[in-house]
C-alpha cells in the first residue's frame, strides 16, 4: 500500500473552560524534527503558568505559524506538522485548511448557531460603543459564544460601520428635496437606547492594548532586559487589576506569642513526622479559612451586574521566585486541617521553585494569602488577584513591648494587611473579617492540635 504525505494543523486547544488565548512561551522542536503523538511540542503561558502541548499524531514537524511570545487565540493554528496516510485515506489537505478559522479571519460565531454570550458586552466595548455611538447589535461577535470584543468593535468602526449592519444609511442632504426635513443620524442611537443591553458577566477576555514604546540604542550606564512571556503576562494582570478594581487598604495587628510558642513545640516532632517544616503560614491559612466561612463575601467575584459568591474557598497562594511570582491555589482549604495544609504549601513551594506547576494548580481560586514577612517586610499594599475580591498578606513577626493590663510586655506581634475590592467589600465587612482573622491566630494556644 502506498502512502501519501499530508501538512496536518495544529491548533492552539482550550486547556481551560475560560481560556480564549494562550502565549506561545517555547518551541521545543523546529521544522524538520521527528514528533511522537503525545510529545511536547511547545509550552504556552496562561494566567502565569507554562503549560506544554503535546502532539496529537505522529509525523515530522513542519511550519511555525506563531512565533515565541506570540498569543495565539483558542483554534488558532500554530503549526503544520508532516504525516503520512495510506492512499486512499481521506485526508485533509493544507488547501481545505481554509475552512479551519484562520489567524486573520475572524471567527463569526453569530453565525455558527451559538450565541449564547452574543448579549454580554465587557466594559472595553461598551465604552468604545458610547465614544462612537455604536449600535452593538449590528456588530458581529468573533468570541466565544458570539460575543463581542473589543477588536470587532475597531473593525466594525474602520469598516465605517458597515460590518453587515443594518444602519440606516445616511442621505445626502442635496438629495433630498427641499421640503423634506432631513433626519439627523440618531436613529442608530435611539434604537441603540430602546435595545435591552446586559451588563452581565466576566470581562476576563479583553487583552488590553499595549502602547508602543520607542527604545534607542543603549548606553554604558544601562541594559536591557527582554521581557519574557511571564513577566508580560503579569504585567498585563496587574495593570488589569489595578485599572479594573478599586482598591482598598486596611491593616491590623496582631499578637502571635502563642502562636510563636505552639509553634515552637510542635516544629521538630512534626518534621520527623511529615518530613517537612511546620510553618506559620499553615496556622495563618487555618485562621484565614475559618473567617472567611464567617464571612464568605470575602470569597467573591465581581461580576458586573451581580456579585458571584464561591462555595469552594479556594486558596491562592502567592509565591515568589527569582524573576517572577506565581499563585498556585490550594483547592478546598476549608476542608483541610492544619498539618494538611502545611503539606500543600510545601507541594507548591517545592513545584513553583523547580518549574513543576501544571495549569491545574494555577486554577480556580478564591482568595489570596501571601506570606511577605518571609521578606522581612512590616508593611505592605498587595494588588488584588484579579478577579478576586481580596488579598491578605502576612508580615514579619517582630517582638514589641505592648501594654498589657497597664503593664509593659514583651510580645510577638505581626501585622496584616488587606487589599479589597470597594466594588464588593467595604470598611465594616473587612473589619470584621480581620478581628475574626486576628481573634483565630490569638486563640491558638499550647494544646491547639494541627491533625
Not at 489570596?368 to 513577626?397: K, M, R, W
Request: hydrophobic share 40%; net charge negative; with cysteine.
Amino acid at each position: 500500500m502506498s502512502s501519501n504525505k499530508t501538512m496536518t494543523d495544529v491548533v492552539m486547544p482550550q486547556l481551560a473552560e475560560s481560556l480564549v488565548s494562550a502565549t506561545i512561551g517555547k518551541w521545543l522542536k523546529k521544522p524538520g524534527d521527528r514528533v511522537e503523538q503525545y510529545e511536547p511540542i511547545c509550552e504556552v503561558i496562561t494566567d502565569k503558568v507554562n503549560a506544554e502541548i503535546p502532539s496529537t499524531l505522529d509525523g515530522i514537524m513542519g511550519e511555525l505559524l506563531a512565533e515565541e511570545g506570540q498569543t495565539v487565540e483558542v483554534g488558532g493554528i500554530i503549526c503544520r506538522i508532516e504525516t503520512e496516510s495510506a492512499a486512499g485515506e481521506t485526508v485533509e489537505q493544507p488547501s481545505n485548511v481554509s475552512s479551519a478559522p484562520a489567524a486573520s479571519t475572524p471567527v463569526n460565531n453569530s453565525t455558527s448557531g451559538d450565541s449564547s454570550q452574543r448579549s454580554r458586552y465587557s466594559p472595553a466595548v461598551q465604552t468604545l460603543a458610547a465614544e462612537h455611538n455604536i449600535d452593538l447589535t449590528q456588530v458581529k461577535g468573533s468570541g466565544m459564544g458570539g460575543r463581542i470584543t473589543r477588536k470587532d468593535v475597531l473593525a466594525y468602526l474602520e469598516q465605517g460601520g458597515s460590518q453587515g449592519s443594518a444602519r440606516t444609511p445616511v442621505t445626502p442632504a442635496a438629495a433630498q428635496p427641499a421640503s423634506a426635513p432631513v433626519q439627523p443620524p440618531v436613529t442608530t442611537v435611539a434604537n441603540a437606547a430602546m435595545q435591552p443591553v446586559r451588563h452581565s458577566g466576566l470581562h476576563l477576555t479583553e487583552t488590553p492594548k499595549i502602547p508602543t514604546i520607542e527604545v534607542e540604542g543603549g548606553g554604558q550606564s544601562e541594559y536591557f532586559i527582554d521581557v519574557t512571556p511571564v513577566r508580560n503576562t503579569i504585567a498585563t494582570r496587574m495593570r488589569q487589576s489595578v485599572s479594573e478594581i478599586p482598591h482598598g487598604w486596611m491593616m491590623i495587628e496582631v499578637d502571635v506569642t502563642n502562636l510563636v510558642q505552639l509553634r515552637n513545640k510542635l516544629k521538630d516532632e512534626f518534621y520527623k513526622k511529615e518530613g517537612i517544616n511546620l510553618t506559620y503560614l499553615a496556622f495563618l491559612l487555618k485562621a484565614v479559612v475559618n473567617a472567611i466561612k464567617d464571612y464568605p463575601i470575602m470569597n467573591s467575584v465581581w461580576a458586573v451586574d451581580k456579585i458571584i459568591v464561591k462555595r469552594d474557598i479556594n486558596i491562592s497562594l502567592a509565591v515568589g521566585t527569582e524573576d517572577s511570582v506565581l499563585t498556585p491555589v490550594i483547592k478546598k482549604a476549608d476542608q483541610k486541617n492544619i498539618a494538611g495544609l502545611a503539606r500543600e504549601v510545601d507541594e507548591l513551594a517545592r513545584k513553583t521553585r523547580e518549574g513543576k506547576l501544571k495549569l491545574d494548580d494555577m486554577q480556580g481560586g478564591t482568595f489570596t494569602v501571601n506570606n511577605t514577612g518571609s521578606f522581612g517586610s512590616i508593611l505592605s499594599q498587595p494588588i488584588i488577584n484579579y478577579p478576586q475580591a481580596a488579598i491578605l498578606t502576612f508580615e514579619s513577626i517582630v517582638k514589641k513591648p505592648v501594654v498589657i493590663n497597664d503593664m509593659l510586655a514583651i510580645r510577638s506581634m505581626a501585622n496584616m494587611c488587606l487589599s479589597l475590592d470597594h466594588r464588593i467589600l467595604d470598611g465594616v465587612i473587612c473589619g470584621r473579617f480581620m478581628q475574626r482573622v486576628k481573634d483565630n491566630l490569638e486563640s491558638y494556644s499550647l494544646d491547639t492540635t494541627v491533625y
